[in-house]
């Protein structure tokens, strides 16, 4: 798949933006971080001096690809901050939701 390929709303805003930076584990933004068979993308975003929780969930689920954009009010002031809460938030929304976040198709 080339790069642009099928990257998920967001990832074109985060280019053109240039909010790329290094994740949690040295990850760059734009990388999927494997967790109990979902894949989070995390997509910190610059506010007013500060970054802004907020990600993707994806999953194929019965060969379909789904995904669940979050953005969150919560603020931190470095983006390594973020990134951290931002995957807690989205393995705790997996942990508690599972294939709820979704909703019904």
Excluded at 72 to 78: G, I, N, W
Excluded at 82 to 96: F, G, H, N
Aim: with cysteine.
């Amino acid at each position: 798949m080339s790069e642009g390929e099928n990257d998920g709303p967001g990832i074109h805003a985060e280019k053109a933006s240039g909010w790329r930076g290094r994740g949690p584990g040295g990850r760059r933004s734009g990388e999927a971080i494997d967790y109990k068979g979902y894949q989070i993308f995390l997509k910190a975003r610059p506010v007013d001096g500060l970054y802004g929780v907020g990600g993707l969930i994806r999953r194929e689920i019965d060969g379909e690809v789904r995904e669940h954009l979050f953005i969150r009010a919560d603020q931190l002031p470095s983006r390594e901050q973020c990134d951290e809460v931002t995957l807690q938030k989205a393995r705790q929304t997996i942990d508690q939701l599972g294939d709820e976040i979704f909703g019904s198709r």
